[in-house]
């Protein structure tokens, strides 16, 4: 649990917000495929967030069959890093399984969803990420500034159209992204596929926002999706499609959506920390 007063507690938070109580509302979670040049530097970044913030938060890093070094390096430093938790697939099973592993592990309210690959710079991003998360949010994504991984127009064709046929009104889905846990627990993942996870929230009627974050070059090794990844993006949305046309008929009807009061809002000072 967080022992640090809330005043000194603002003092160090680079956002100036706090959790009501750290280590039970969000858990960090990170997939990792062949990241061995980028651990130890992710590791570092995450320490000094922890440090900038005043609490660290629980971290699990999902080994998806890596081949090279990353499970020994991960096991290493979850040794010297007491909040660091690791699971490892025998066997790569593709982001969307990651997702499930996830899911079936954290207990928190909250996922958020990084990068092992050091585009996404969780010394700013996560306290962005949270300083959005306000009462009545139930997920914020990360919207890439400046990329330069030559996927832009492939990601805007996806956005634009989950925006059209399911009402997501923010401009990069598929990225870093803090979302509420219980509203996953009651989607068929490996249907919706981690791709559409946000567009899906959207047309069931629930708030989901974005903001700006700085894109970074990977640090390390290459990216592990190539062209492939826009025929199976399609596919993939083609069976989402007739899913939701179909067994998720009913999540097409906007409900009157009650905010559970027991859900901690991470980027509000519910309560004093002592």
């Avoid at 890093?61 to 090279?68: I, K, Q």
């Avoid at 925006?163 to 870093?176: A, E, K, Q, T």
């Avoid at 993939?236 to 809002?265: C, H």
Wanted: charge should be neutral; charged fraction near 25%; glycine fraction near 6%.
């Amino acid at each position: 649990m967080v022992t640090l007063s809330t005043t000194r507690l603002l003092q160090k938070s680079s956002f100036k917000k706090s959790l009501p109580s750290g280590d039970s509302s969000i858990t960090v979670v990170i997939p990792c495929l062949n990241e061995e040049g980028n651990l130890e530097r992710l590791l570092l970044n995450i320490e000094e967030t922890f440090e900038n913030m005043g609490f660290s938060l629980p971290v699990l890093v999902v080994d998806d069959g890596s081949t090279d070094n990353s499970y020994k390096i991960l096991k290493k430093m979850s040794e010297e890093y007491d909040y660091l938790r690791i699971i490892r697939h025998p066997q790569r099973r593709g982001v969307t399984e990651v997702w499930k592993t996830a899911l079936d592990d954290v207990q928190t309210d909250w996922i958020f969803w990084g990068q092992a690959d050091l585009e996404s710079d969780i010394r700013t991003d996560l306290p962005l990420l949270l300083e959005a998360c306000i009462p009545g949010v139930d997920a914020v994504a990360g919207w890439r500034q400046k990329r330069g991984d030559g996927k832009i127009l492939a990601s805007k064709l996806a956005n634009t159209t989950c925006s059209l046929l399911f009402g997501l009104n923010i401009h990069d889905m598929n990225w870093i992204k803090l979302v509420r846990r219980d509203l996953l627990l009651t989607l068929p993942v490996e249907t919706i596929t981690h791709r559409y996870l946000l567009a899906v929230l959207a047309a069931q009627g629930y708030n989901v926002t974005e903001v700006l974050t700085p894109w970074h070059p990977r640090h390390s090794g290459t990216s592990k999706f190539g062209k492939k990844r826009l025929l199976t993006s399609a596919i993939d949305f083609v069976k989402l499609w007739w899913w939701f046309q179909t067994k998720g008929r009913l999540l097409n009807q906007r409900q009157e959506k009650r905010i559970d009061s027991s859900i901690n809002y991470p980027g509000v000072v519910l309560q004093e920390i002592v």
